[in-house]
């Protein structure tokens, strides 16, 4: 039996060098904790990190499956060039990297965290490069998929409408960690 702790969760996610906006979603999402249980998706209202709105996506992420956005916001719209709202990005990614993808993501629906850093080319020739985490809810969906809390570091100038190419963003990031949240539970005999 897998068991999750808070103090396994902040050991680990403090180990992370993470950007100031990453920082803070990671600290909301762990006040948030009830005992050694994850956040409900109920629980979390972005106007608690209202900076971070922009950076924000719930997905919901099916093993094997799919990765859907639920709700995202602007910079992610941005990023993507469209509203990603319903949409898998799965479907998106080229065909060469949904497998990978589906291996990275696999683990956070089963209640892993992840840290991830990225880059993309930008239509004025430069680089960008953006920090991404992606935090467990409690909540799973009746077909068994777990909601995700993503944010990204990511924001648009304001020149920048989108990415010069959807592909290019989906490619292969720079770095990816899964950050396990599990503590063993010790059975303590008490007689």
Not at 21 to 39: K, M
Not at 64 to 91: H, W
């Amino acid at each position: 039996m897998i068991f999750f702790s808070r103090a396994a969760a902040q050991r680990a996610l403090g180990d992370y060098p993470l950007m100031r906006c990453n920082r803070r979603v990671v600290d909301c999402w762990l006040s948030l904790w009830e005992g050694d249980e994850f956040p409900r998706r109920a629980d979390f209202d972005p106007q608690m990190v209202p900076a971070e709105i922009p950076g924000l996506m719930v997905q919901e992420i099916k093993k094997g499956a799919y990765v859907r956005v639920r709700q995202s916001g602007k910079s992610v719209n941005q990023a993507f060039g469209r509203d990603m709202t319903g949409r898998d990005i799965l479907e998106l990614s080229p065909p060469d990297e949904r497998a990978p993808r589906r291996e990275r993501n696999d683990p956070v629906a089963d209640g892993a965290a992840s840290y991830c850093v990225r880059s993309a080319n930008m239509p004025d020739g430069t680089v960008a490069v953006s920090q991404e985490v992606q935090l467990p809810f409690r909540d799973i969906t009746p077909d068994g998929a777990r909601l995700v809390l993503f944010h990204t570091s990511w924001r648009a100038v304001p020149s920048e409408s989108a990415l010069a190419d959807l592909q290019n963003l989906l490619r292969s990031p720079i770095a990816f960690r899964v950050i396990p949240l599990t503590s063993p539970k010790i059975a303590v005999n008490r007689a």
